[in-house]
């Protein structure tokens, strides 16, 4: 069991509220703000714990995502590496083809309780703005969704989808023109209009409160496992490995929440950047210092003046400076080991799962695929490798075939 320290609110475990550490996390908020903040963390103090909501949250887990995803073993992919058993939680199935669904469903039901009628939220892959423009249909929410203007031109089939639900996007000219400015955007246009509008932030990062709802919805991921694994074993495997793929992390944290306290191994895959480039989107793996970044203090790629630094990923999802403080912390504890893969090893990763097997991730957990296929080799056959397929790889159709001349899904 982790050491866990009174501090900052840590996630729901088997509907228990744990705490952790001082250091990273926290409210780093422009004083209008304090007001929306202090309302959103008690509305959801009480609603976390109210029997109602919860059998809501649940219903609409099963019947409108889907749940629970598929846990399938990676029969050829085992055969042809060697090594371990390599198993894979289909997340990609959940409806829209994400995880960002759980955490978006989780808002707008939140939304409801606030009686706003309004919700925005930022994207960077485009899967958390096309969730929340999902969601919002469902729920009957006018929706504003925040892009940067790079992440627009590729990841084109999100984009189509959102406009589709009805949302109204809002492209993020300034700086990198991607997720990070998508993110600061969409804060300062809550900051004015706090009063009729809900905020999504769209993973395990922000302010407090918004890195505890989000952990608290993908939390889902690791129920579910949980009961698949004693159904496929019998029991969890002895120091099962858990491979998650890193941006915001919020697929991470939903994948290994309910192991915290298990004998689990934890292996987040960062984003490495191309290979001949010194950029990465990888903080955690590559010595990244302490920093203030949307509202909260976590490890944040920078330069030497502390100003936030460039990122570069083949993928949307995982480029990203900051990191959750959740990570940071399970970083610090050596709860988790984290690593990263570089967008090659990706490609590679995504050309040989998706050749052998009938699923095809996104660019995104490619990278946690390709760190199991590195992995595998150096283990033993009873042991278990499962692999998060947090998402689908149909948002990255052109930059597949562009990169590799075809497609498979
Ligand atoms: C957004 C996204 C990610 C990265 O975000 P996390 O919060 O780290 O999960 C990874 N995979 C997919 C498919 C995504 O859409």
């Not at 993908?218 to 495997?237: A, D, M, N, Y």
């Not at 490495?272 to 010194?278: I, Y």
């Not at 302490?290 to 993928?315: C, F, M, N, P, R």
Request: proline content about 4%; glycine content about 10%; aromatic content about 10%.
């Amino acid at each position: 069991m982790m050491q866990i320290k009174k501090g900052i609110p840590f996630i729901d475990q088997h509907n228990k509220e744990y705490l952790y550490g001082g250091k990273f996390g926290g409210n780093f908020i422009p004083e209008t703000l304090k007001k929306p903040i202090d309302d959103l963390t008690k509305l959801f103090s009480k609603l976390r714990k109210n029997k109602n909501f919860l059998k809501e949250r649940d219903y609409y887990f099963k019947n409108y995502i889907g749940s629970p995803t598929p846990f399938i073993k990676l029969e050829n992919l085992t055969k042809h590496v060697g090594g371990a058993q390599i198993y894979a939680k289909v997340v990609s199935e959940a409806n829209g083809g994400a995880h960002k669904i759980y955490n978006a469903t989780v808002h707008c039901l939140i939304a409801k309780k606030a009686g706003k009628k309004f919700i925005v939220g930022d994207t960077g892959a485009g899967y958390a703005g096309k969730m929340l423009s999902m969601a919002a249909k469902k729920f009957n929410l006018k929706c504003k969704i925040f892009m940067g203007a790079k992440d627009i031109k590729r990841q084109r089939p999100n984009v189509e989808a959102m406009k589709k639900n009805g949302a109204v996007i809002v492209p993020v000219k300034t700086g990198s023109q991607t997720l990070v400015d998508a993110v600061s955007e969409c804060m300062r246009y809550w900051v004015s209009n706090c009063d009729t509008t809900h905020m999504c932030v769209g993973s395990t990062v922000g302010p407090n409160i918004f890195v505890k709802i989000c952990a608290w919805s993908t939390s889902q991921i690791s129920r579910e496992l949980i009961v698949q694994l004693k159904e496929e074993f019998g029991k969890i495997p002895k120091k099962i490995k858990l491979i998650n793929c890193v941006g915001g992390g919020s697929s991470a944290m939903g994948f290994w929440n309910e192991f915290i306290d298990t004998d689990a191994e934890f292996y987040g895959v960062e984003a490495g950047g191309p290979k001949k480039s010194k950029l990465h989107a990888a903080p955690l793996s590559n010595g990244s210092k302490i920093g203030i970044l949307h509202g909260a203090a976590q490890y944040v790629v920078q330069d030497k003046e502390g100003q936030i630094g460039s990122t570069e990923s083949i993928s949307a999802g995982l480029d990203y400076p900051g990191i959750s403080p959740l990570h940071c912390f399970l970083k610090d504890t050596k709860r988790a080991i984290y690593t990263s893969v570089n967008d090659e090893e990706a490609l590679n990763a995504y050309r040989l799962v998706s050749k052998l097997e009938n699923i095809s991730p996104s660019l995104e957990p490619s990278h946690a695929f390709a760190e199991a296929i590195k992995f595998a080799p150096k283990l033993k056959r009873s042991d278990v490798i499962v692999v998060n397929s947090c998402g689908d790889s149909l948002k990255d159709k052109d930059i597949i075939k562009s990169r590799l001349g075809y497609y498979i899904r």
